[in-house]
């Protein structure tokens, strides 16, 4: 993963302070491209510890279509609490007396998750995203882009029109409410002499804390799409607009650059699996996955 460790380095050494949208404040580069052969290995940063078990839960929840965080949190993954419940606390008028990540707003945010997780009705009004990535994947102006993009794959595997979009402008307004307009927003494949690959465009990269997640996300996804085409494993090629390191994860940053990096694990997928929509947590194997210890870092909302 020296790849990664690179991009946080010249990030890090070159590039400018820019405010933001969450008033944290980044420095960040435009446009860059990073590229892992799948066959050598899965991409999963050894640089520090990873939490798949967070990564496989929400892409499957990506691929059935799901934009509510019910089913994440019932299966102890918190990556995508903090946006509705920083709505909820809006729309209730908590949110001026409880600033963000104090022990208050920690142990409110606790009672939400419980609530999403016991109470059907308050999951539905306030657990919900909008029309974020699963959504658009399966159901974009009434097109299931993934049920497409593998007919297309088996049938048409030169074509230049196998792509994935989340953006969708129409809907943007609505994913501000609760979620975030997708930062990873449009991938494509390519199949050449029997193997797949993937393009990711990301328009928005927190590359800290997100983009560890986002590479090992899309590079499953591929593994998964080049198992049910019957196709062998390509690149997944990762491509930024804004790449950006947040202000208040320096120091973590400077951890993790004087660290060593190992060789990377090998991600193995149950054979028996031939549909792309039938997968589950457990038909996924992380083999030696050896790393350094995690390293925490507040997500800006």
Same mark, same amino acid.
């Given at each position: +993963?020296? $790849?990664?460790?690179?991009?946080?380095?010249?990030?890090?050494?070159?590039?400018?302070?820019?405010?933001?949208?969450?008033?944290?404040?980044?420095?960040?580069?435009?446009?860059?491209?990073?590229?892992?052969?799948?066959?050598?290995?899965?991409?999963?940063?050894?640089?520090? #510890?990873?939490?798949?078990k967070s990564i496989?839960?929400?892409?499957?929840?990506?691929?059935?279509?799901?934009?509510?965080? &019910?089913?994440?949190?019932?299966?102890?993954?918190?990556?995508?609490?903090?946006? *509705?419940?920083?709505?909820?606390?809006?729309?209730?008028?908590? @949110?001026?007396?409880?600033?963000?990540?104090?022990?208050?707003?920690?142990?409110?945010?606790?009672?939400?998750?419980?609530?999403?997780?016991?109470?059907?009705?308050? %999951?539905?009004?306030?657990?919900?995203?909008?029309?974020?990535?699963?959504?658009?994947? &399966?159901?974009?102006?009434?097109?299931?882009?993934?049920?497409?993009?593998?007919?297309?794959? #088996?049938?048409? *595997?030169?074509?230049?029109?196998?792509?994935?979009?989340?953006?969708? *402008?129409?809907?943007?307004?609505?994913?501000?409410?609760?979620?975030?307009?997708?930062?990873?927003?449009?991938?494509?494949?390519?199949?050449?002499?029997?193997?797949?690959? !993937? $393009?990711?465009?990301?328009?928005? %990269?927190?590359?800290?804390?997100?983009? *560890?997640?986002?590479? %090992?996300?899309?590079?499953? /996804?591929? +593994? +998964?799409?080049?198992?049910?085409?019957?196709?062998? /494993?390509?690149?997944?090629?990762?491509?930024?607009? @804004?790449?950006?390191?947040?202000?208040?994860? +320096?120091? $973590?940053?400077?951890?993790?650059?004087?660290?060593?990096?190992?060789?990377?694990?090998?991600?193995?997928?149950?054979?028996?699996?031939? !549909?792309?929509?039938?997968?589950?947590f457990d038909d996924?194997?992380? $083999?030696?996955?050896?790393?350094?210890?995690?390293?925490?870092?507040?997500?800006?909302?």
């Amino acid at each position: +993963m020296q $790849q990664y460790l690179d991009l946080v380095r010249h990030i890090r050494d070159h590039g400018v302070k820019k405010e933001d949208r969450t008033g944290t404040g980044t420095v960040s580069i435009f446009g860059h491209q990073m590229r892992f052969d799948l066959a050598l290995g899965f991409p999963l940063v050894t640089s520090k #510890k990873v939490h798949l078990k967070s990564i496989l839960h929400e892409l499957l929840w990506f691929i059935r279509g799901d934009t509510n965080i &019910r089913y994440l949190v019932e299966n102890g993954v918190g990556i995508w609490n903090d946006w *509705p419940y920083q709505n909820w606390l809006r729309e209730t008028g908590q @949110d001026s007396s409880l600033k963000k990540y104090s022990p208050e707003w920690r142990a409110v945010m606790k009672e939400f998750i419980e609530k999403i997780k016991t109470d059907s009705d308050f %999951a539905a009004q306030y657990g919900d995203l909008g029309p974020v990535y699963g959504k658009q994947w &399966r159901n974009f102006g009434g097109v299931d882009q993934l049920t497409q993009l593998i007919e297309d794959i #088996k049938s048409n *595997p030169d074509s230049r029109r196998l792509i994935v979009s989340a953006w969708n *402008p129409q809907d943007i307004p609505v994913m501000v409410k609760s979620g975030l307009p997708p930062c990873h927003s449009l991938f494509q494949f390519y199949v050449v002499n029997g193997r797949l690959s !993937c $393009q990711l465009y990301q328009r928005s %990269a927190d590359v800290f804390l997100g983009v *560890p997640f986002n590479i %090992a996300s899309y590079a499953i /996804l591929t +593994m +998964m799409i080049a198992q049910v085409s019957g196709l062998g /494993l390509g690149d997944f090629v990762h491509t930024f607009g @804004d790449a950006h390191l947040y202000l208040n994860h +320096m120091d $973590q940053v400077e951890e993790q650059l004087s660290r060593s990096t190992f060789d990377l694990p090998t991600m193995k997928i149950n054979p028996q699996v031939t !549909c792309l929509f039938d997968f589950v947590f457990d038909d996924f194997e992380l $083999q030696n996955y050896q790393s350094h210890g995690p390293i925490a870092a507040p997500v800006a909302v």
